[in-house]
């Protein structure tokens, strides 16, 4: 049983900062505590017993001694599930670490949401059972879809779901199989009279529309149903981008590693 003064909470490692010559902060994301930090003392020792358990997207259970400002203290901890696949293929490494920079740009510190929580720990999950080094093919679909679904609930998760329904402005139904328009500022499709209206609004085709409602309202299988078409995934990957970025405010970093990636993997298959 923890001492006074100290809390045990399931822990996603998001983040990890160097402190002195042996310490580390590290950044959790936590069921019921939300973003939390704290200071791993000698982890970076050759000989520290914690720092295999403390690894970036690895999955622990944590005790933690609370600090005087925001900062608490690491006394003890046990990995759960330490994602090997997502550390050993650069591929699936870069899509779990852009998910986490989503989550630690997203999350709020000592603020529960155990919704977002268990999105993050599904997609490391889902990703860790993509065979490794398949991303140049199947995976790559499999991947891509994934993040997409990850994407699509994180916002409803963090309170930003986008209106896909109806017209953000008007409110009325969209016309079947036509051109329509999503605005980022308003948060959802816009119809042709109302665009005008709004700004930093993108034309959307029909398809991408339907993937985006797939992916609202099903679960993780879902993922399956979205069309292979490179330009519908490339058209879909980049309207979500832009929402997250206009909702931050700043550049995604990882979206950068994410496309080199993706141009060295495709000037891999065009070469055979």
Known sequence: MPKAGSYQTEAIIIKKTKLGEADRILTFYTPDLGKVQGVAKGVRKPKSKMSGHLELLTYSKVLLTKGRGSLDTITGCQAVESFLPLKSDLDLCACALYATELVNQFGVERQENRHLFNL?????????NIPVGSLETAGRLASDGLLRYFEVHLLEAVGYRPQLQQCVSCRLSLPPA???????????????????????????????????????????PSTAQIN?????????????????????????????WLDVLRHDSQSRLDSN
């Open 120 to 128: 993050l720990l599904e997609l490391m999950q889902a990703l860790s």
């Open 178 to 220: 036509s051109i329509n328009y999503f605005s980022i500022s308003a948060g959802g499709v816009v119809c042709s009279m109302c665009k005008p209206k709004l700004t930093f609004t993108y034309t959307v085709s029909p398809p991408v529309i339907d993937a985006l409602r797939i992916l609202q309202d099903g679960g993780w």
């Open 228 to 256: 292979s078409d490179p330009r519908l995934r490339r058209e879909l990957e980049m309207l979500l981008r832009n929402y997250l970025r206009f909702i931050l405010e700043r550049d995604i970093r990882c979206t950068t």
